[in-house]
């Protein structure tokens, strides 16, 4: 049944229409291999997608569609296939209105091309933000190569999903610990990139950039954190993360979404499950519990429910 506190906007779900061939599951290590055959059932169901929209656990899915999870074995997707994909979400969203939001997938390391699908997905497509990559080989998201989509984003004050990968050859050094190994691997390069945008004056040279990064970057914001003071840019770092970063609460747990409050502030924390890939259990009871162990009040529950994705989703010009 529906939450009787509050509205709920999962900001963190994936899926991969049915016309595109999910191979993340292929490199998977052994331990994982029936799972990703699940999550091949899952991903492309339109129906599941929408399921506990319908029954009421949720208000809406913020849906994004990993190119890496359908890229060959180079990790290469083709630019026809990320414009095919972005086609797909907007039909998906314009489906579904208020009850589906998309971030439009763009392939951030491609420079100016990756620049113009971007104006394209907004301009045309009228999606909501940006899903890309936190790194792509020896490169973080705040490289030269990234700048033109980061500079897109900016211009039309729309998020940017800045997404854990599974970097090498860490996440095979990882492997022999199982999930919280690989989990970990994520967490590093995501916490990388959130250091690397501060640290590399992104947001200097961007200041209407806003990204969003996963519960596993918490590293990297402790570290910032914890070394706040003047950023290599002369601003007190932690302003920088107040104006221009915000967290999911992916790995629903109270301690962490504690942490994220303290740090960031309650209007920079958003609901998110990473569904189906985390869990096909609606989000609603567990972050509930969470929130509430977490000592927050039912103002600072309420927007991160909801309150604090719908503004950052319309906050475009």
């Not at 699940?38 to 949720?58: F, K």
Request: hydrophobic share 45%; aromatic share 6%.
């Amino acid at each position: 049944m529906s939450n009787p506190h509050y509205d709920l906007v999962d900001f963190h779900n994936h899926h991969i229409p049915a016309r595109f061939k999910l191979t993340a599951g292929l490199t998977q290590p052994a331990f994982q291999r029936a799972r990703w055959e699940m999550l091949a059932r899952s991903l492309p169901d339109e129906d599941l997608l929408l399921q506990d929209v319908r029954e009421g656990h949720l208000s809406a899915r913020v849906v994004n569609i990993p190119a890496n999870l359908i890229a060959d074995s180079d990790g290469y997707v083709p630019r026809e296939t990320i414009a095919a994909m972005n086609d797909d979400l907007a039909g998906l969203v314009a489906r579904h209105p208020g009850r589906i939001y998309g971030l439009a997938s763009v392939d951030a390391y491609d420079g100016e091309f990756a620049a113009r699908e971007a104006e394209r997905a907004i301009s045309q497509l009228k999606l909501s933000g940006f899903f890309v990559d936190c790194a792509r080989g020896e490169m973080l998201i705040n490289a030269s190569q990234a700048r033109p989509t980061l500079a897109v984003a900016a211009k039309y004050r729309v998020p940017v999903f800045v997404h854990p990968i599974a970097p090498q050859p860490l996440t095979k050094q990882m492997v022999p610990y199982g999930l919280v190994g690989t989990l970990f691997a994520r967490g590093t390069v995501n916490s990388a990139s959130l250091i690397a945008l501060v640290e590399g004056g992104v947001f200097s040279e961007l200041p209407d950039l806003r990204v969003v990064v996963t519960a596993h970057a918490l590293g990297g914001l402790a570290m910032l954190a914890g070394l706040s003071g003047q950023s290599r840019q002369g601003v007190n770092t932690l302003d920088i993360l107040r104006r221009h970063v915000f967290m999911d609460t992916t790995l629903i747990n109270p301690a962490l979404i504690r942490a994220a409050v303290e740090l960031l502030g309650p209007s920079n924390v958003l609901a998110g499950s990473d569904w189906p890939i985390a869990s096909e259990k609606p989000i609603a009871e567990a972050l509930a519990g969470a929130m509430r162990e977490a000592g927050l009040s039912a103002d600072q529950q309420r927007e991160i429910a909801s309150g604090n994705a719908l503004r950052l989703l319309r906050q475009k010009s």
